[in-house]
């Protein structure tokens, strides 16, 4: 698999001073689409899971800002887990991968950035029919 089908990890850009720490994203420099969707995922109970799905078309960038989650992601073939930890380091997710949030620290804040805008007819819920 090729960066373009598998996902991967990138280091954001981070500046630091005696007043703390700046984080940001910008398209083409950090991610490989526009963002036209944002999501972000909190208050979720510690340890538990978010339903997986994979897009036909989407593709997301995952930053945990606070606390930690693990990404299980699988396109059928292979199967890589991460673990999100740091509000500087972000996962993207190509198309066509199957991903779950798992093992949501207290208090974790996730925030997903997306190249659509996620419309149901392009979601697949069901992971058999990603393997066909």
Known sequence: MNKMTRPYL???SKIS???GNLTFIQYPDHIP???????????????RNKIGYA????????????GSI????????????????????AL?????NWRQLRNFSTNAVVMI?????????????DFSKLLK
Not at 37 to 46: F, H, L, M, Q, T
Not at 55 to 66: D, G, H, M, T
């Open 10 to 12: 990138i280091n954001l």
């Open 17 to 19: 001073d005696l007043r």
């Open 33 to 47: 689409f526009e963002i036209k969707k944002v999501d972000w995922i909190y208050d979720v109970p510690s340890g």
């Open 55 to 66: 897009s036909k078309k989407n593709k997301e960038v995952i930053v945990c800002l606070s």
């Open 70 to 89: 693990e990404v299980f992601v699988t396109n059928g073939q292979t199967e890589e887990s991460y673990v999100l930890s740091r509000p500087y380091s």
């Open 92 to 96: 993207v997710i190509p198309k066509l």
């Open 113 to 125: 950035l997306n190249s659509s805008r996620k419309e149901e007819s392009e979601m697949i819920h």
